[in-house]
Nanobody, 123 residues
Framework: QVQLVESGGGLVQAGGSLRLSCAAS????????MGWFRQAPGREREFVAA???????YYADSMKGRFTISRDNAKNTVYLQMNSLKPEDTAVYYCAAGIIYNNYVARDKYAYWGQGTQVTVSS
């Protein structure tokens, strides 16, 4: 069992930056692939970024070059650095964990989810 708690969301102006954190409790954090998803009002939850057990990173096309995912296995934490934020990045951001070896984009690959943290980007 893994519990995930996100933090770092908030209100930021367009062009600004935020760093989200996701702290995991439970055993064997390093065994899990970690992902970030987001959900805007009235829209489906969508893939943002993922990092494999070995540190390989994957991004949705619209986030490439602006967002960076990283993990610190010693702290059981995964991060999402978000730069050059746009109003369309406004959403609730969720952290997820799963034993995954491919197709990191798929939501159903992730067994554990956090409660989410709100990110609001003003124009």
């Amino acid at each position: 069992q893994v519990q995930l708690v996100e933090s770092g969301g908030g209100l930021v102006q367009a062009g600004g930056s935020l760093r989200l954190s996701c702290a995991a409790s439970g055993r064997s954090f390093s065994s899990y692939a970690m992902g970030w998803f987001r959900q805007a009002p009235g829209r489906e939850r969508e893939f943002v970024a993922a990092i494999s057990r070995n540190g390989g990173t994957y991004y949705a096309d619209s986030m490439k070059g602006r967002f960076t995912i990283s993990r610190d296995n010693a702290k059981n934490t995964v991060y999402l650095q978000m730069n050059s934020l746009k109003p369309e990045d406004t959403a609730v951001y969720y952290c997820a964990a799963g034993i995954i070896y491919n197709n990191y984009v798929a939501r159903d690959k992730y067994a554990y989810w956090g409660q989410g943290t709100q990110v609001t980007v003003s124009s």
